[in-house]
Nanobody, 123 residues
Framework: QFVESGGELVQPGGSLRLACRAPGYTLSAFAIGWFRQAPGKDREGVSCLSSSGYVTKYKDAVRGRFTISRDDAENTVYLQMTSLKPEDTAVYYC??????????????????WGQGTQVTISS
């Protein structure tokens, strides 16, 4: 079970750092991704990180603004979000993702989700 945190109300142009934890689950053993779901829209993949920590992937709309990383000592995957826009408003989730050729893909390994964390970008 994944636990997401760090979401809050932020003004456009602001920054947030989301955290993904999974008690009892070593995150470095798997490719992990961040997803988001805005009201009335399907859940979409935002970013992922390979188990090696060397390969990342980003949705075009967030590339250059979001950065995914992992702290193995804290067993936590982060999503640093900058230059936030109103269209980034969504509930954000993390999950294990497919890892073809030891890389990562913006596709969840299983359709099982935590509670997510709400990110709201508004003035």
């Amino acid at each position: 079970q994944f636990v997401e945190s760090g979401g809050e109300l932020v003004q456009p142009g602001g920054s947030l750092r989301l955290a993904c934890r999974a008690p009892g689950y070593t995150l470095s053993a798997f490719a992990i991704g961040w997803f988001r779901q805005a009201p009335g829209k399907d859940r979409e993949g935002v970013s992922c990180l390979s188990s090696s920590g060397y390969v990342t992937k980003y949705k075009d709309a967030v590339r250059g603004r979001f950065t995914i990383s992992r702290d193995d000592a804290e067993n936590t995957v982060y999503l640093q979000m900058t230059s936030l826009k109103p269209e980034d408003t969504a509930v954000y989730y993390c999950a294990e993702v497919l890892s073809p050729h030891n890389m990562c893909d913006l596709v969840a390994y299983r359709d099982s989700w935590g509670q997510g964390t709400q990110v709201t970008i508004s003035s």
